[in-house]
């Protein structure tokens, strides 16, 4: 049996070889077959709001098809994403919500938006973290271009807050790396999640 050492090294190697290989566990088998047997539209149709407003991605990892696994399909669409122009790019970032901003007090959000942010708290802010929230939003965009991008999922309102505050001292090239970096990682919990509940 492997130590628990061991164990945990295994997963910190797996974190830091990237957050692609990050995979939270589904209900049961994916019929890859089925997926693998979609026209572009139901492709699409299906897979195309993984990305925030971006079904482009899911439309050009079509292509790529057959998928071995889910983790291949998903690989597929980072691919799409990774290798688009840098002005596509920068497209995806700008289409994602800022963190409890305007979009959520108008309620123009994604559903997927909507549930990852209410699971950090973030629909659910004091007055004073609401301010706070939309300071470092704004603070930024404007050094940036592009609004701050977290997988909140995977943090509490503090540790989104940290690591705002942290991101914030980087440079433009390293925060465009980030934001991708996290984009990948919400898009396999969303995929996950929705074919859990398909």
């Keep these: 049996m492997m130590s628990r050492h061991r164990i945990l090294s295994s997963l910190l ?76 790019q920068l497209a995806l970032l700008q289409s994602h919500p800022d963190l409890a901003g305007k979009e959520a007090e108008a309620g123009t959000m994604t559903a997927s938006s909507v549930a990852e942010q209410a699971s950090a708290g973030l629909n659910a802010l004091s007055h004073a973290e609401m301010t706070r929230m939309s300071d ?12 701050f991008i977290i997988a ?14 942290r991101r914030l001292q980087n440079d433009t090239q390293t925060e465009f790396a980030n934001d991708l970096e996290n984009v990948y990682i919400i898009t396999r919990l969303r995929l996950n999640k929705l074919l859990d509940a398909s």
């Design 13 to 88: 190697g797996a974190w830091l070889l990237g957050p692609v290989m990050i995979a939270v566990a589904i209900a049961g088998p994916v019929d890859m077959a089925s997926i693998n047997a979609m026209d572009r539209a139901a492709f699409v149709q299906k897979f195309g709001g993984i990305f925030e407003n971006s079904p482009w991605v899911a439309e050009k990892a079509w292509e790529k098809r057959p998928f071995a696994s889910l983790d291949d399909m998903h690989a597929a669409m980072v691919a799409a994403a990774k290798y688009a122009p840098a002005a596509m």
């Design 136 to 147: 470092l939003n704004a603070a930024y965009k404007k050094k940036f271009g592009f609004p």
């Design 152 to 165: 909140v999922r995977m943090h509490t309102k503090e540790g989104i807050l940290f690591e705002f505050n």
